[in-house]
């Protein structure tokens, strides 16, 4: 994927800030915290450009959440997403030695059935090891 296209691609106009984060997505295979983004992006954007920049990915079907076990938002590439096409069904992968969250595209979220009167919005399953480069 490239850069520039993707971004035209998900029709968000090329910004330094949304190029900068975007390339972050590129360079990594985990997930990212806030708090990564932040520390490895200039300093010369601040946390609400950063914020504006996540969520405008989110929207568009770029990037989505994925949720740690101490409660942190992190967020990771979408593979086949669009606005409105935005469908997260597989299963995350925390790994507690390298402390990596991951995507696992290729496992679903087990169908669970829940009593009369619940209504589900949106389903996390986050499984907690050892990842393939740790082992
Ligand atoms: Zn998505
Ligand atoms: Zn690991
Ligand atoms: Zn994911």
């Known amino acids: 994927m490239q850069l520039p296209n993707t971004l035209r691609k998900f029709q968000l106009k090329s910004t330094p800030c949304r190029t900068e984060v975007l390339q972050l997505f590129f360079d990594n295979d985990h997930a990212l915290s806030n ?3 932040e520390k490895n992006i200039s300093s010369s954007f601040d946390r609400v450009t950063v ?4 969520k405008s990915f989110e929207e568009k079907g770029l990037i989505h959440k994925v949720l ?10 979408c593979q086949d997403c669009s606005t409105h096409h935005h469908h997260h069904e597989h299963v995350h992968f925390k790994c507690e030695t ?16 829940l009593p009369k009167g619940y209504k589900v919005k949106e389903r996390n399953l986050l499984i907690q090891g050892v990842c393939e ?3």
């Open 35 to 37: 708090a990564f983004i």
């Open 51 to 54: 914020y504006r920049t996540l």
């Open 68 to 77: 740690d076990d101490n409660g942190i938002t992190k967020y990771a590439l």
């Open 98 to 113: 390298c402390g990596q969250t991951t995507c696992i595209e290729s496992v679903d979220i087990p169908e669970v059935k």
């Open 133 to 135: 480069q740790c082992i």
